[in-house]
Nanobody, 121 residues
Framework: QLQAYGGGLVQAGGSLRLSCAAS????????MGWFRQAPGKEREFVAS????????YYADSVKGRFTISRDNAENAVNLQMNSLKPEDTAVYYC????????????????WGQGTLVTVSS
């Protein structure tokens, strides 16, 4: 089970940190990712990382502003979001897949519940 938290309301230019904690299993050999879905839009890829390290992947729209990282001690993955823009407003979902890179919705094996991020202008 994936539990996402950390969403909220922030002004444009501000920062938020999302976390996704996994319970019931360890995340070894899993790819972990974040997606988002804005009102009236399809769910889209934001970022992903393999639990054991290696490259992280980012959507072009968030490169240089968002950073995905692992927290081994907490069995969680974090998304640090800086320089937030109103267009980043969405429900953010964490996702996981065993042994396969996540860069699209079709890659996802497990979904967590969403957490709402609202960026005011």
């Amino acid at each position: 089970q994936l539990q996402a938290y950390g969403g909220g309301l922030v002004q444009a230019g501000g920062s938020l940190r999302l976390s996704c904690a996994a319970s019931g299993r360890t995340l070894s050999n899993y790819f972990m990712g974040w997606f988002r879905q804005a009102p009236g839009k399809e769910r889209e890829f934001v970022a992903s990382i393999h639990w054991s390290g290696g490259s992280a992947y980012y959507a072009d729209s968030v490169k240089g502003r968002f950073t995905i990282s692992r927290d081994n001690a907490e069995n969680a993955v974090n998304l640090q979001m800086n320089s937030l823009k109103p267009e980043d407003t969405a429900v953010y979902y964490c996702a996981a897949r065993y042994g396969y890179r996540i860069v699209a919705v079709i890659n996802v094996e497990y979904w967590g519940q969403g957490t709402l991020v609202t960026v005011s202008s």
